[in-house]
Structure formats: structure tokens, C-alpha cells
């Protein structure tokens, strides 16, 4: 709910209502030291520059904005203030707290980090009951492929069976292939003795981090066959992430070729973040019915600047393919601040609309069940 | 003319005046199913998603808002309304009523398709009588070149004769380049064996779609030859489009090596659309006297944002380089948002820089009717 | 400071406060005719397309929005009273009120260029005096090369050289990569016998302009090892430009294997003006501790668009990352424009940010002293 400084309703901004956010991970429930929590507010796994804080960005911003009045302090309270209420609290009571602020309904996580800054995240069942809601799991290619111990020869056979598994149960599969290699995926899949081949490179290398471009690309067949054997969606990540990513081989208009091969299976794409790129990802939702989109974890990160961020991604995305989602991940803060910059951004978005005439009240009000709730729950088949 | 509700002029809002649309295609007037009239609100090509409609989306907004009241229905009025009212009046009534209401001066209409939903469009001497507007015609550059039926020895020089031909008369020649194999065009011209032999190879082939790089580079270079001779700008699409397309692939800025190449010829070039990279095509038309843009159907697409988009183009384009245009294809409607949008959006931007000290009131106006109309007949040599 | 057109401040916006511009060049103080002055109003250097002026274009807007009171005409006087009056004046004086009238604390000035339209630039000295600025020296990679007479085999020695010479006592050193080959720079430093081989080759060509991929690519790493060891920033010029940049090759996306190659060193990276990457830029500054970003010229040239470009680049851009500059260049007009829209951009863009509740009035504050000033006084270790 939009809430002014004094904490009631503003008058005339839209109400959102229920939230499903489709792509989020787990929270460290135990305490963290300062530096470990401020390093959760940025994409940089480096420490600072000299004189910058993480806490010091748009992000840092909408942190300061959303979160103090859960734990009772007053909006835009200075960080230093925060991190001691929090320490005053105790990390288990503010997690709590934050987390039921955050008032979501559905949760779906990607299951495929289970830590952060080196602390385990919450098991999914506690996650549930200290956030009042229903979660449910995503999970994640590459980490179930990296935990395969088949020979090379059985290997391409081997990571269908443990992904079609681990996808049981699951409403949803994730491919960080962004993150390895790019997405400028080939229109054909990769031929087996090319698979088989570099499956054996990869087990004479010790089973790393897997980032051969060819299983790579085995990989996100292979969950596109998964996926239409179970009637699941294929999420994948898009646009900007940690400085492991090179940011221009993430642009989702890359993915046009896949996305072409891929569409006779019937699997949709989501196309997850996308930004700088998330208009590109809006024309591919309008161009391919099988395509997706979300704002990510953009909503959270441009902080001041959401609902000029989410009147880019409406510009060309269909009003039935565009999802929310925090991509909260470690701090439950990232879950308090991802719903209400949504709820903020866009209920000033089709505010702003309505009052210049652009639509009506109930367009509006339609607009935003969809993307908060109703599209989610369609595309998961969640009850 | 920007009309409230009310359907009174809005106070304070500037007036843009007439409208030449530099870049259109003519409408189909027969009677359409509901499903074949909504698939031509939308880039795609193919059947909505589950639960989507091309209605639900920015574009639809914007048709929902400006083309009601030419058919007596509230502004907004609900889809389903709309389409019965259509239905009641009869096609040919309301393409009568819409044209009228778009209130253009001159159309300059691109000839390359002859139907829309399988349905024929409205003969150009129809359309202008009908929409009470001088119509010119655009050549479309590889329709032309796909009806030569020369061997592949005299392709060539056939391809620049049926095109001085055919443009003779006509206000420019349009490529669709963007769509066969991206512009990403090198600097020089295609040797002519190279021609030869790749002309051949499609004769062979059955003379089908024009995809071949060698081929459609070749047909380049001979629309620069011919607009020179003729006096006529070249336009290009840029930027978005149906999914045909590899969005990627048709930034404008990868033209520059050609844009450099064919300056000495003084063609001009006229990129349209651009979006998502209309800042790239601003650039370009800075940086090189030869470049001209538009926003062409993204003024549409982008519904209750074409103020913000329209302000992203004019950030670096010229006041004397930047065109309007409605990119309508198919429904009459497409006159109406595309002309009520720009009136609405430009006016709308125009009258904040004003309100903002950014600029004077005669400057504003000045600028409005440079983009509106006065651009266009200079670089069309219209009257 | 912010002045409404009555020349008292606008009630209600933030004061930025002193300005440290951190990339600039020096001005021409003789006469110039009308169109030369106008030629360095625009990013090309190709004379007007037939109708057009660059006075016509959003940086025409913002001259005469902040121009013409330093002179004494009133705001947004027609460009034909402004220049009429700056001949009046005659250029030494109008140049002197107009360096007064930008009100920058410090300039550090790229001495790589050394006249504009065909006149020399004023000596820094003179700038200092008559800008009543600090003044710094940026020295430019390319231009210190391209005088090095060394034979092949000693060039790549004798590069370093000469750039440690020139940059002792300067502030920072700054390379136009993106001018001459693009920013896709590989991770792996060109071997030696490559560079000899291309010097060789480069001095019988008779030692014109270095675009030669391999040397451009050993001047980057020594320009590394120079600010290394004298503890510099490096510069580079990323984004738009003249006519002799393509632009998707300064996309500052292309730098990131140099980026993460270049780390170690710990040399500040500072990518200049970006625009329209400039949120690939605000990224890369999240992601890498040592790579800052500026606006640059963009907010000069996007004119009534400053805010809301300044907040685009916000939207990622750690605030102890951001900095300004005017990129001034040949006109005294770049300064007053370049200060004026950078105060009144980010003015407006706090603002609003305080008056919807994003941010706290301490919170604006500090944000627009970082950017302003504070950043680049620690980042240049001026005083």
C-alpha cells in the first residue's frame, strides 16, 4: 500500500493490491556485520571505492525509505541509525519483521544460491512463515547440471533426467546462461558429439563453473524440452547483474534466434530484469507469444526513479506479459523495498496516466492486478 | 487539435497545426473479424498469448482513447463497445469517419504492401478522397526489385531501371533492409560479379523474399544512384518491428559506415522509427547533414509515453531534421492515434519546456510546425 | 545558481553549491564569424543540412536560455540579437563576462586540442584568469604519442616516456580511443613484436593519426602503468561524439574485459559522457571500484531534457561515482550552458525527489556536493 510519511494511504494514488513476486531468493536470518550487510545493496561483490557506501545509491535511497518504519524508525533514518536498530532488534526479530512489512502473497525462489555473504539462507518453509506467504520453488539449470556426476559419453542424458527431477515439484526452471557466456544463443541445438566432447573437458577440468558456450547451450534445450514435458516457464536472466556479467552480451534482443527455434515447444521465456535492455525484452514479449518479461530487480536498484523505469517497460510490453518481482536476495530489506517501490512506482505511473486522460480508472486498476498478481498466477498456474 | 474529454481544445496546451505524415501505408475498408482487426494492434504476427489481447497494451490505450468519439462512443469506451459500434456503422462508414478525423494535410504512402489481414487496401485516389488529404507515393525498394525478371547478367542494371521507373513521380523510395538481413550495410559497394553470381542463385532459387546481403546491399547503393538522379530522399527502416525482425540488428547506428559512404552523393536519409534506439538516430542526424529521422510509429505504440519519447528524440535530432509520421498500416484507426498522439505529445512536451523556462512561446511554435509539416515539404520538395 | 528569468533564485530548488568541472577544454577569446560560431554548436563538423541552424537543436536552447543575460539581453533572445550583441561587445569581453558568469571553482582542461574552428585556444593561464577559476592540466594520451619521434623499436619505450614527462604535474590523463578504433579493447595487452611491427608500420606511413588498433591498444596499457605510478585517473572518452565516432563502438559496455584486466592497478577508470550508453556507464561505475562516470557535454547538448537524463544516469550510478563536467570547447557559451544546466538539472531532479518523498533534504544536499564537486576533489586529490 502507497503510504505518506505519516504512514496513511495518499490520496488518489492507485492501490496495487495483492502481490505475487514470481523471481526472488532467500534471506540470512542470522546477524551480519555492517560492511557485509551494506555489501548486499549493491551488484559489485568488491568493497567500496574510497568514500562511497553502497547505502549511497538509488537503491540505498528506497532501503531508507521503505524499511525503517518496520523496525520504528522514521523514513529516510540515516543509515548508521538503521544498522543499530537492526543490531538492537536482533537479525531473527528484524528479519521478521521486515519480511511480513513486505506484505507478499506468493514468493517463487530460485533455489540455486543457498548463501549469502557466507551466511546459509532460510530454509524455504521458514522463509514462508516468517513472510505469511505461500512460497514456492524455482530452480536452477545450471546448478543442477553443475551437481551431475555422470561420465561425458552418459552426461547429456544424465542432466535431463536430474533437471526433469528437480523440476518435479517445481514451477519453474531458471538458466543464468547471461552470466557464463551471453545471450547470443544459436538457433540449433548443439550437436551430441560436440556435447559429449566438451562434457569431457569439462569432467577432466575438476566440474567447475560450468561456461562452455556448447553445454551451455545443451543445457537451456535441455530445460526447454523439461519444460514442455512438465508445462513449466523458462526463466532466464537478462540485463544487469554482478561484475561477472558482461552487460551488452546480457541484451535479451540477443535471444531473438532461441527465442524463434524455441517458440514451436510452446515453453514461455521470461525474460528476467532486462535493464538497460528492458525494451528491447518489452518488444520481445509483444512480438512472441511466448515471451515474458519483468522489471527485476530494476524496481528496487533505480529507487527514485521506478516509475519512470516501469513507463519504459509499458511502452511496447503487453499488459499480460509484463510480472513483478523483488529479486530480493540475502537481505530481507531487498523484499520491503522491491514490493513498495512496485506498489510506489506503479501506482504513481497509472495515477499520472489516468489524470492526463491517457485511460480510464478501471484500465487502470486492470493494468495493475495484472502485472502485480493475475499474470503471474495464469503463466505458474498457481491457485 | 489536443481536445479534454469535452472535446474542447485543453487550455495552455500548444497547438502543433497541419500535419504532413511522411510515412504511411493506405487501410483496408472492407468489414474485419474482431481478432484480424486487434492483430493489427500489435507488431506481432502471431495469436495473442493465453490471456492477452492486443488491446492491452500502450497502443491500445491510445486507440481507445482518440478513435471512440469519431464514431460517437465515449472516449475509453471498452473494447467490445468499440468493435460493436465499428460493426454497426460498417467498415466503409467508419474508415470514412476515422480518416476525416485524423485531419492529415498529405500523406506520403508507402506502396510495397497491398494487404492487410488478407484483405486489400484502399487504392491510393480512395484514400486521399476519403481522408481529404493529398496522397504522394513511396516506392518500396526490394518490392520493386522483386518483380524484375531479368536473367541474372542484366539484373543489375534491370533493378536501377525498374526502380528510376517506378520512382518517377513518386516523393521518395523506402528499403526495409532492417528486415531482410539487419544494417549492418559495409562501405563499399558489392563488386559486380559478386551481384551477378548471388542474382543468380536466387533466380535459381525461384525468385522468392530478397534476403541475400550481396543482393540487398546492391539494391542500395542503386536507390542511392537513382534518388540522386531524381532529387528523392531514401528512407530506411529503423528500430522496431514485427518478428521478422532482429531488433539488434536494426540500430540505426550501425548504418554509419554506409551513412559516411553514400554522403558525397547528398542523398538524404531518412530513418524511420529508430525506437529503441531513436537517441542513436538523433545522433546520426546531428552528425551528418545527409540524415533526417522520425518517431514514426512509436508515437502510437508507445501511448501514454509519447511525450517522454518524443522529448528522448529531440535531445540531440536537429528541430529542422526530425519528421512526423504515422506508420499506419491496415485500420484507419492508426491515422487517428498516430496524428492525435503526436498532436497530444509534442504539444504536451512543447508546453512544459515553455512552463519550465526552457524555451520561449515562439520558439515552441517554431519547433511544432518545423516537425508537424515544414520539415517534410522542404526535404520532399512538397507545396 | 538557479535563477528564475526575473535573475533571483527559484524558490523551492536545491543549490548545488561550487563546481569542480572535470573535463573541459580551453576557448577561442578572438572573433569568430557567425556560422563559425555556430559550427561549435553542434557535434558535427560538416556544414548545416539546407534549412537548419544548430542554434536550432535542445543545446541552441539552453545558449540562449543562459547566454544572453551574462551579455545583457534578456533570456532566449533570438540567435541573430545574440550574436549581433556579442559582436557589440567584441569577442575578448564577451568572452570575459561569460567565463565570469559560469561560476566554476576549478577547471581541469584537456590540452590535447589546441585550437577550435581555425583559432588558437586561450593558454590555460589566461583561461584561469579570466574563468576566476583553479585551472588543471588533463593531458591527452593520443596527442603525446602521435609527437613522439622515437624509431620503432624504442617506440613502445619511448611512449612511456614521453607521457610521464607530460603527465607529471597534471591531474589526469585521458584517451579518444572511442574516436579512433572503439572501446572493444581486449583483456590481454598487445605482445611487443606486434607493437614494434605497427609502429614500424605506422611511422613509414609518415606518423599521421594513430588509429592503429594494436598501438591505440599499447597506449591504453601504458597510459595504465604512467597513472599507475604517478597515482592518475585515466579518462576515455566514451559515448557520442563527431561524425568520426561510430557510435555503438563507444558503447563503455565494450571496456569491460579492459576494465577487470585494468584492476589490478587500481587506477581509476573515468568513463566521460556515455550518453546514450550512459546507464551501461552508471553500471559498470556500480560494478568496478575503480570506474567513475560523468555526463559530460550531455548535459549541455540534451538541453530541456537535463533532469531527466541526470536521473537516468542516477538510477545505477553510486552517488560518490557521479561527476560533472561541461566538456566545454571553443566557446565561453559551453561553460555558462554546461554550469548552468548542470545546477538547474540537478536542482530540478532533487527537488522532485524530495518533494515525492524519495529522499530527505540532507539527502539531496550531500548528493549534489558529491557530484558537484566533492567527487572529483577526491578522486583528483585537488584541494
Known sequence: MVRSEAGVPEAGVLEVGALVDHHCHSVVAAELADDALAGLLTESDRPPAPGCSPFDSALGLAVRRWCPPALGLPVHAPAADYLARRRELGAAEATRRLLAAAGLDTCLVDTGLTAAAGRELLPLTELAEAAGAVVREVVRLEAVAESVTAGAEDWPRAVGEALAVAATGAVAVKSVLAYRHGLAVPAERPARPAVVAAAGAWLRGGRGRLADPVLLHHLLWTAVDVCAELGLPL???????????????????????????????????????????????????????TVYTDLGLTASYTG??????????????????LLFSTDAYGLPELFV?????????????????????????PDAQRLARLVAADNARRLYALQ
Open 304 to 321: 527514485p526513479r521506478v516509475a519512470a523505469v516501469l513507463g519504459e517497460m509499458l511502452e511496447l510490453a503487453p499488459f499480460g506479459k
Open 235 to 289: 526463466q532466464l536472466h537478462t540485463g544487469f547483474g554482478d561484475p561477472d556479467l558482461t552487460l551488452h552480451r546480457a541484451d535479451p534482443s540477443l535471444l531473438t534466434d532461441f527465442v524463434r527455434a524455441a517458440e514451436p515447444s510452446g515453453v514461455p521465456l521470461v525474460l528476467l530484469h532486462g535493464y538497460p535492455y528492458h525494451r528491447q525484452a518489452a518488444w520481445l514479449a509483444q512480438a512472441f507469444p
Open 337 to 361: 523495498a522491491g514490493a513498495a517501490q512496485f506498489r510506489y512506482g506503479l501506482g504513481m505511473l497509472l495515477s499520472d496516466w489516468q489524470a492526463g486522460g491517457a485511460c480510464s480508472a
